[in-house]
């Protein structure tokens, strides 16, 4: 059986639970409602710090980085299944903490500025919301002083806010990133998933539908060009490979000749299936450079980040890919 974990509310409980010396702190942060994508984080943690390393799991719905209208209020608590799930994965400790031991003087009014990264995509539909966020990753890394920091892929933009801020702000930590975890049918895992009816979970599946297509788009197109590199140059070779009967060839080559593999056709996937699905409402796709957020140009080559925002209902939903461009990964 698998060990409860402590549950502590103070940071001063969480000082003097410290781990030895040699031994390494792993944290994974969460606002709670935990589920198998937390618990991949709590598994990678644990994995990193080793058996004799603590694994340290910090709940708290930070009101500072809801905007007004959001979903504060009606977000998911649900500690005890927490302590559950944290202990499936191997966490040692639970840090719950009550909002005045995190703002102690209420309301800081010192905060941390998400800088140019911030404004864009998300911190475009969710003004300030990135600010709240980096200001209570700041502090918590304070509280808990960790070695090492995981973070969720799904949240991408977050994830290379978080790794700007430790670099500009010299915080002494390792953040490592954890792919996202996906339901069988490929819907990210979320906590904001409990809000949808089934009927709005079949249109939520439309933001990874969207991403995969894109993914897919170039998939094929990659094994479309290597396919013509082997026999020469694509359209002159369509005509003449259709004039001697070789239709598949042929139609394989001119779909060369009009693929450009890059950007542009992945947006162009990925796009429709999102117009397609009724009942989304869509804040942004965009495919962007994951050092900056900012949008790839069309020559663009290396890893992008294929992002999406979408409201299902009142419930908004976020997912993105890693996608490749360029001739090798
Ligand atoms: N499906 C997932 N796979 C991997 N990591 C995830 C996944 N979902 C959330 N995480 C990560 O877990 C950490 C805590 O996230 P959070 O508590 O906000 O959960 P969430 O499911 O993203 O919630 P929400 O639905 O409110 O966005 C973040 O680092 C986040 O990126
Ligand atoms: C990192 C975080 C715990 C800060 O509140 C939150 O943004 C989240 O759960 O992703
Ligand atoms: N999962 C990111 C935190 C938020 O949406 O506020």
Known sequence: MTAAPALLRTAAELRALRPDRGRRRGVVMTMGALHEGHAELV??????VGPGGQVVV?????????????????????????????????????FAPPADEVYPGGEPEVRVTAGPMGGRLEGEHRPGHFDGMLTVVAKLLHLTAPDVAFYGEKDAQQLALITRMVRDLNFPVEVVGVPTVREPDGLALSSRNRYLSRYERNIALALSRALFAARDRLTAETALRVRAAASGAPEGRAAALAKVGESRASADAHALAHASGGPAAALAAARPVLEEARGL???????????????????????AVLAVAARVGTTRLIDNIRLWFGASA
């Open 281 to 303: 409402d869509v804040d942004y796709l965009a495919l962007v450079d994951p050092r900056d957020f900012t949008d790839v140009p069309d020559d663009f080559q290396g890893e």
């Open 58 to 94: 910090t709940v708290f719905v930070n009101p500072l980085q809801f905007g007004a209208g959001e979903d504060l209020d009606r977000y998911p608590r649900t500690l005890d299944a927490d302590l559950a799930v944290a202990a499936g994965a191997g966490a040692d400790v639970v």
């Open 43 to 48: 598994r990678a943690a644990r994995a990193a």
